[in-house]
């Protein structure tokens, strides 16, 4: 018996395919990117491309150093 194979579908880059800007003072935007306990999701999960993944990690932390999102949540 042949069991069938795990397959997943390659995720496309959120930034590229909408053409959305990315802003560090949008914060609803960056907060979908970030765990629970406040840690930036990587790229392979989140599925973006390795440009806008950095730019992503830029904009957080530029919102992080100016008091918009907190660096850890509390428990």
Do not use: W
Request: charged content about 35%; glycine content about 4%.
């Amino acid at each position: 018996m042949e069991r069938g194979r795990l397959f997943q579908r390659r995720r496309v880059c959120r930034f590229c395919h909408e053409t959305t800007p990315l802003d560090y003072k949008d914060l609803n935007l960056l907060r979908n990117f970030l765990t629970e306990r406040g840690r930036i999701i990587p790229r392979r999960i989140s599925g973006n491309c390795m440009r806008h993944q950095r730019k992503l990690t830029i904009a957080i932390k530029r919102a992080r150093s100016i008091a918009l999102l907190a660096f850890a949540e509390e428990r």
